[in-house]
């Protein structure tokens, strides 16, 4: 992926956000402004008024901006009376942008806005493919009548258990604002776990939040590019990316290689975003026991400690597909 023409297609895309906001904005003053001259006749005695202050400045009188403030404020007023009294209840005709932050120029000062992470998140997502993905497996077409309803574990059936875990992702995303998610699946392979993970990425995103997906394996293989600097510019980009996002998914933990050095720099990242209390959310193909021996003992202490832990059972679902 070349990183300037995804910036290049981004930009392009405010571009046209911010025009259309602008001209629906304008119209729809030419609009009221034909229904009520006096709108116009305020507009050009305000200007009238900015350049009798600038003279009168120039000419040292120090009681013009006073005056000229009092006339302004009377007259904005009046023209904001007549609008909301022609069915705009802010009394204001101003473009409405996508993003009130930045006003769809995806820059506030020299910094990139959130709303830019997120686009970019976006057309990484398209880029991947996992846009078309999301079409298809989110909580709307999950199918919970392909899990056993025969009780398989301490009990419980595969249905029982798939259907309490849905209910807790859903109620961790009504409660996304104001608490993390920190989610850890695990469990053996075809058991739904990457799919559930796309239904919450789905509806986070549907809800406007940041999710940045990454499989293990582009993980830590970042990471290890990142070491020894053989990192490109997407990977460089992804990575800036990792801490700030608002949930970030890491799918099939256990099939990457691991290795001491990629390990620290994974405890780094789930410690960075626990402390920052942003949402990560992780599947992996091992068992809990496992996950000291492939990586630390304190990577097993963060997701025993920090994350709710649900283990996916039953048999292999794609085995009946």
Not at 199 to 204: P, V, Y
Not at 215 to 226: C, E, G, H, K, W
Not at 238 to 263: M, Q
């Amino acid at each position: 992926m070349d990183i300037s023409k995804v910036y290049s297609e981004i930009f392009d895309d405010y571009q046209r956000d911010r025009k259309f906001a602008e001209e629906k904005a304008e119209n729809l003053k030419n609009k009221l402004y034909s229904k009520n001259t006096r709108l116009g006749e305020i507009d050009a005695e305000i200007s009238r008024l900015s350049s009798e202050l600038f003279r009168a400045s120039m000419r040292g009188d120090k009681s013009a901006p006073e005056i000229f403030r009092e006339k302004s404020n009377k007259l904005c007023e009046e023209r904001q009376n007549i609008l909301i009294g022609m069915g705009i209840a802010s009394g204001r005709i101003e473009p409405e942008y996508k993003c009130g932050l930045c006003h769809d120029t995806g820059m506030i000062d020299t910094q990139r806005c959130s709303c830019f992470n997120k686009r970019l998140a976006e057309k990484y997502y398209q880029l991947s493919n996992l846009g078309n993905i999301l079409k298809r497996e989110n909580f709307e077409n999950f199918n919970y009548d392909i899990f056993s309803k025969e009780p398989f574990k301490s009990g419980v059936s595969p249905y029982d258990n798939i259907k309490h875990i849905a209910d807790e992702a859903h109620s961790a995303i009504e409660n996304f604002k104001s608490k993390p998610m920190n989610m850890f699946f695990y469990g053996s392979s075809g058991l739904g776990k990457s799919y559930m993970c796309n239904c919450i990425a789905k509806e986070l995103m549907d809800r406007g939040y940041f999710v940045l997906y990454m499989s293990a394996y582009t993980l830590f293989q970042l990471l290890t590019d990142l070491r020894f600097n053989n990192a490109s510019g997407e990977e460089k980009e992804k990575s800036s990316l990792i801490n700030g996002c608002d949930l970030l998914i890491i799918d099939d933990l256990g099939t990457e290689g691991a290795n001491s050095a990629t390990n620290v720099e994974f405890f780094d990242i789930l410690n960075i975003r626990l402390r920052t209390e942003k949402s990560t959310l992780i599947s992996a193909n091992l068992n809990i026991s496992d996950i000291g021996t492939v990586y630390s003992e304190r990577i097993l202490s963060r997701i025993l400690g920090c994350f709710n832990v649900y283990e996916f059972i039953g048999k292999d679902l794609r085995i009946f597909q």
